[in-house]
């Protein structure tokens, strides 16, 4: 029987346990580049089966967010490499998450980084309700410019491109960020997803777009080497979904037809849909589950033993714990991040956090 503790080859990814860090935007970056703190985070981290990096902008309009790192330059390319080549020489495996925030963004963020003041992209020309924080504070959402279909076939290049690099980088594959309101969840949606071209209304042409990129990214690098991030109905972002339960088996049962090397699900929005979704994939299926109590981090670990998923992934404890999958093969208690000090700043409270040795395992 299989538990969390157990190898698992997830396509040509080979997990030392199925205990997987998933990705969490931390904002470190310095502009858009990899910093030292950032090597020595990840690395911190490497017992995980799976590192699940912060979500990456394949462009330079794909930013949504003040100090997150880029995949499309040289210079974040070399960047990365250190970070990737500390959790290699600590035994982990490590893919970037690629991560388009769409209409998630504004104007300011990209300008502060020397890129210029790039509005915003998405489906349609539909504003997200709610602030987005931005290198001055929060400010409301901006109104997005609609892609053309152009740009829709430049921005599929782009997360190709990415992926090229992220693999130039040293990374082990690329998780493809089809979650949590970002563009690939707009498309998928009813509401920010406004086209009547080939590209909206019905599910099969909302999907399209999801569809489209994974191609491209798995034609880049290979179909073992890439993995998809899904949240079907989680209502991040604004997003509406009135037909996900249609929508989902469908876009699931033709991306197993692609081989990838696994299917990462966020079951916050619809758990009910969860199994179905299993039945669907024929491939590693690692899973998220709904449920936030700290006393259900280590209830987690049943659902591999249960065959209900082939690995489960966790944010939160991830951060204040660096040895976590240890923590959890001992029983031993949680440690709580100080989650003022979760975005942006300097190592404290990032690189600090000590393990249950009371040590820091990278300093």
């Known amino acids: 029987m299989s538990t969390a503790f157990t190898p698992l080859t997830a396509g040509g990814l080979q997990l030392r346990n199925r205990i997987v860090m998933a990705p969490m935007t931390r904002s470190r970056a310095d502009g858009t580049l990899p910093t030292a703190d ?13 590192i699940v990096t ?16 880029g995949l499309h330059s040289a210079e974040q390319v070399d960047g990365w490499r250190a970070v990737t080549d500390g959790v ?18 504004h104007p300011s963020t990209t300008k502060a980084v020397g890129n210029g003041a790039l509005n915003p992209v998405g489906p349609s020309s539909v504003r997200a309700a709610g602030q987005v924080f931005t290198p001055s504070g929060p400010q409301e959402h901006v109104v997005p410019d609609e892609l053309t279909e152009e740009q829709i076939v430049a921005t599929i290049a782009d997360f190709a491109r990415a992926a090229r690099n992220a693999v130039a980088a040293g990374f082990d594959g690329v998780e493809i960020h089809g979650a949590n309101g970002y563009l690939l969840h707009q498309f998928l949606s009813t509401n920010a997803n406004r086209r009547t071209d080939d590209w909206g209304g019905s599910p099969e042409n909302r999907m399209r777009f999801t569809v489209e ?32 339960r249609t929508l989902y088996p469908r876009l699931v049962t033709e991306l197993d037809g692609f081989g990838l090397a696994y299917l990462h699900l966020v079951e916050a929005g619809d758990p009910s849909l969860t199994p179905v979704l299993r039945g669907a994939w024929s491939g590693a299926f690692i899973l998220n589950p709904a449920d936030t109590a700290r006393s259900g981090w280590a209830d987690r670990l049943g659902l591999v033993a249960d065959g209900d998923a082939d690995a489960v992934s966790f944010a939160r404890p991830f951060i204040a714990n660096p040895d976590l999958v240890s923590r959890l093969a001992a029983g031993a208690e949680l440690a709580e991040p100080d989650l003022g000090l979760a975005y942006g700043g300097d190592h404290r409270g990032y690189t600090d956090y000590p393990t249950l040795a009371g040590e820091l395992p990278v300093l």
């Open 38 to 50: 950032m090597t020595t985070y990840y690395t911190q981290r490497a017992s995980a089966g799976l």
């Open 54 to 69: 912060e979500g990456v902008q394949p462009s330079a309009i794909g930013q949504g967010y003040p100090f997150t790192p």
């Open 88 to 105: 290699h020489a600590a035994g982990g495996t490590i893919v970037a998450q690629l991560m388009h925030t769409g209409r998630i963004g």
């Open 213 to 244: 990129v994974t191609k491209a990214v798995a034609a880049a690098i290979g179909a073992d080497r890439t993995g998809i991030r899904l949240s079907p109905a989680n209502g991040l972002g604004d997003t509406v979904e009135d037909d996900h």
